[in-house]
């Protein structure tokens, strides 16, 4: 059962409880699944959003983030942190190893999204694999040495998003 399941079970049973509260922000469960799905809804009918895209995550601290993390998994898709103090090129390397087709970002980083989408642009598409084009260039290898190394600075976190 994913964490958003347990959200829609909660929200149909006290949907004026408190479900997430950060700071002065507070949100019922009933707000928070209508952020979930409304996340997954647009994820899924995306034209421009293959099936299991990865997705990333640019924002700080903020009650979204976890909304959007289960939004993006109730879509069936895959969420990846970008760290909001990286630089631009930092974080443009990390979504291009990761092989982020989406960033939902905070307002407040309107400018360096400006700034990842010229560099995204710029970039040559990922490889795909021979056998199977929509395989991600960051899947799990089927050996260590197979998996191409992060680039400089682009270590992906322990804590990893990939289903197990």
């Not at 006290?14 to 809804?41: C, D, W």
């Not at 090129?89 to 980083?109: I, K, T």
């Amino acid at each position: 059962m994913r964490i958003a399941d347990y959200l829609d079970s909660s929200a149909s049973r006290t949907p004026e409880k408190e479900a997430l509260v950060f700071g002065e922000h507070r949100m019922s469960y009933a707000e928070a699944q209508r952020h979930v799905h409304a996340i997954a809804n647009a994820l899924r009918r995306s034209p421009n959003v293959a099936a299991q895209a990865h997705c990333g995550i640019l924002s700080p601290n903020d009650i979204r983030v976890p909304l959007n993390q289960m939004g993006i998994n109730r879509a069936d898709m895959v969420w990846a942190a970008l760290h909001d103090r990286n630089s631009v090129e930092v974080n443009a390397q990390l979504g291009a190893y990761l092989d982020c087709s989406v960033v939902f970002f905070h307002s407040s980083h309107n400018a360096s999204v400006a700034s990842l989408k010229a560099k995204a642009e710029t970039r040559s598409p990922p490889p795909r694999s021979a056998s199977n084009p929509r395989t991600p260039r960051c899947a799990p290898p089927s050996s260590p040495s197979s998996r191409a190394p992060a680039p400089p600075g682009c270590q992906p976190s322990r804590r990893s998003r990939w289903p197990r």
